[in-house]
């Protein structure tokens, strides 16, 4: 339901029984209604932490809010679904409610919990915000239909299109009219506290299209507190979508019941079964950032979800990689200047691009051709033999990558301080064992922390013995590296662009490990990327780092170096990591990083106040602006990339 306002200060006036409800109901009733009587009568339902968490996983889940989403929760109330929100971690939440007591309360509130959240008095017809402005917009709790005329209602849902940007998400939360209409109790009445009791009244409309309530708050010593009348309009499935229509928007679907928990387990009124509906603005056609699009039509490989993957949790896709598929579709839905089509199976991979020709490709297969990591180079190898120009690293810079000694003996060419290191070659049994311990063992062969588990720190000769066995048998004739551990602090570098055109650093990324349970060893290994029950999975965070200026850029210059060295194109992230005395030194080198939604190089565009549809746009627009600056080198070219035989993969 919504929100109610203060008694008057004068005795209340009671009416005794009445015939007709509708003929005492004010048409402005929600003026006054909003107080906190109101948060007495409906408080075990708009008070209960379990029903506002419940409320805002669905909000997350069908939407796909991102930290840096504007949200609005219009008619917010004590703002219990914006504090939620802003607890979870987002950052741009704004409250609008008609109630000043409650937009004091929620203000408050956010205060005390030290919540960044706004809130504002308005009407829901027509609230002062910019237009184009929120990603998504909610109307919970029954906080829509409260007006004489359903024309006020499409005013609401008018107001709501206006302020939401291109493709954006309205999100309502009511009653189930059908249902209420053959349901609702005619009489009841409740204990809300130690002290006073409400009596309800309730009759359907002249019309039948509302349903007025009449509640008569008493006072076990002062008698009554209030006689006051509300109505809410009892929209069936049909008429909220009819509504949504007129007000302009499209693919309206209805995502079942929500759950309502009562703590006096008694009269639930409207709130005992709602509607949880979502709708979209249609989307508005939106110009390229950097000018004209060179490949309006892409092409997405992905990985092959039908085959199995060594790398993921029990070798196969699992339901968190689809997840990253669905949000990669959705953040493409908002590129309209763009068309997008997917090739996952592998079995015709090849086939399909000789014989198709793509005019361009978004290579995100980063699982290897077959799911094989050893094959990823030969995915945008095969592009470059059929001049199809694509996104991100080129054959030779990912095979030099992908071995972890070279990549740390250029570094160190460049003065770019590396750990000390052993290279463990599996035929060479004399090996000499490190005398530097704690030690980190990994495979020199390898991505996604493949190998790297909390096994492979070591802190004697034993232990390290022991493990290096354990890999030969899991990764027979993969050379290993026997690293000194950095214990320092882990930082990270996300780079979107190429030399001499756009190149941008994004916020730099700390990993924080302070809530790791103590025992384990502070890396980031297979268990947090891929083991969801891991401690490595819920209890390590990341945050921006809080870098001096001479730090900073001295990081920043390690990757500019390396990102050129490598050969890397587009977008990459380099790792790093302090030792115990501070020195910062290099831990990675990552061309074509995780693109997926919950990565580092999101949570570093997220510190930018960037969402992922903008990452995933400045990475397919790096790609089309190096494409473009190398074209006239090469020609006029075709439009299908085959004059760009030389433009991928240039290498070191």
């Known amino acids: 339901m919504a929100k109610k306002s203060e008694p008057p200060s004068s005795p209340p006036r009671t009416l005794g029984p009445v015939p007709d409800l509708e003929r005492h109901l004010p048409s402005d009733w929600w003026r006054t209604l909003f107080t906190s009587v109101y948060l007495k009568t409906d408080g075990d339902v708009v008070e209960n932490e379990r029903n506002t968490g419940r409320e805002v996983d ?6 796909g809010l991102e930290p840096n989403d504007r949200i609005l929760d219009l008619c917010c109330g004590q703002g219990r679904h914006c504090l939620e929100l802003a607890k979870r971690g987002f950052k741009h939440v704004t409250g609008v409610d008609r109630s000043r007591y409650l937009v004091r309360l929620a203000r408050k509130r956010a205060a005390e919990l030290g919540l960044r959240a706004a809130f504002h008095e308005g009407d829901a017809r027509r609230f002062r915000l910019p237009e184009s402005t929120f990603q998504c917009v909610t109307l919970m709790g029954n906080s829509f239909g409260y007006f004489d005329r359903m024309e006020d209602d499409l005013k609401v849902l008018e107001s709501v299109k206006r302020v939401l940007r291109s493709g954006g998400v309205v999100v309502l939360d009511i009653a189930n009219g059908e249902w209420i209409r053959k349901n609702f109790d005619r009489r009841s009445w409740e204990w809300i506290d130690q002290d006073q009791f409400v009596c309800r009244e309730r009759s359907l409309s002249g019309d039948g299209q509302r349903l007025v309530s009449r509640e008569v708050v008493v006072h076990a010593e002062r008698g009554v507190i209030v006689d006051q009348f509300y109505a809410e ?3 069936s499935p049909e008429m909220i979508i009819e509504l949504l229509e007129r007000a302009g928007f499209e693919t309206i679907r209805f995502h079942g019941n929500v759950e309502t928990e009562s703590g006096r387990n008694q009269d639930l009124g409207m709130m005992a079964s709602r509607m949880f509906v979502t709708a979209r603005v249609q989307k508005r056609p939106s110009a390229p950032r950097h000018g004209k699009v060179l490949f309006p039509t892409i092409t997405v490989l ?15 896709f699992n339901s968190e990689d689809f997840e990253t598929i669905h949000r990669l579709k959705r ?12 090739v996952d199976q592998h079995g015709s991979l090849l086939t399909l691009l000789k014989t198709e020709l793509p005019e361009f490709v978004f290579n995100l297969c980063d699982e290897g051709f077959n799911n094989d990591a050893f094959l990823e180079l030969n ?3 095969y592009l470059e033999m059929l001049g199809i120009p694509y996104t991100g690293a080129g054959p030779a810079c990912l095979g030099l990558c992908y071995n972890k000694s070279l990549v740390r003996a250029i570094a160190a060419s460049l003065d770019i301080p590396v750990p000390l290191e052993t290279y463990f070659d599996p035929d060479d049994q004399s090996a000499t064992i490190p005398s530097t311990f704690p030690a980190l063992i990994k495979p020199n062969y390898g991505d996604s922390s493949i190998g790297i588990t909390a096994e492979a720190y070591v802190c004697d000769p034993q232990e390290l013995i022991a493990y290096v066995r354990k890999l030969q048998e899991t990764l027979p004739g993969r050379p290993l590296l026997i690293q000194e551990f950095l214990e320092g602090k882990e930082y990270s570098i996300g780079i979107v662009g190429n030399p001499g055109l756009t190149f941008t650093f994004l916020p730099t990324l700390e990993v924080d490990y302070s809530q790791l349970q103590d025992g384990l060893p502070k890396i980031l290994g297979y268990e947090s990327k891929w083991l969801p029950d891991s401690p490595y999975w819920t209890q390590i965070a990341y945050q921006e780092a809080q870098l001096d200026e001479d730090t900073q850029r001295k990081l920043q210059d390690y990757s500019s170096q390396l990102f050129t060295r490598l050969g890397c194109q587009d977008y990459a992230r380099f790792d790093f990591r302090a030792d115990a005395q501070g020195e910062i030194k290099l831990l990675e080198a990552n061309p074509n990083p995780g693109w997926c939604w919950d990565g580092k190089m999101n949570i570093m565009a997220a510190f930018a106040g960037l969402r992922y549809a903008d990452l995933i746009r400045m990475i397919v627009e790096a790609a089309q602006e190096r494409i473009a600056a190398q074209r006239p080198a090469n020609g006029n070219g075709n439009g299908n990339g085959n004059d760009q035989s030389n433009e991928h993969g240039s290498g070191v």
């Open 233 to 235: 309009r009892l929209y």
């Open 302 to 316: 992905l990985g092959d979800p039908t085959l199995p993957d060594d790398v993921k949790r029990g070798g196969q």
């Open 379 to 381: 995915v945008p190898a």
């Open 331 to 342: 953040a493409l839905e908002e590129m309209e200047e763009y068309k997008f089509k997917y």
């Open 58 to 63: 669905l909000i997350v889940s069908t939407v």
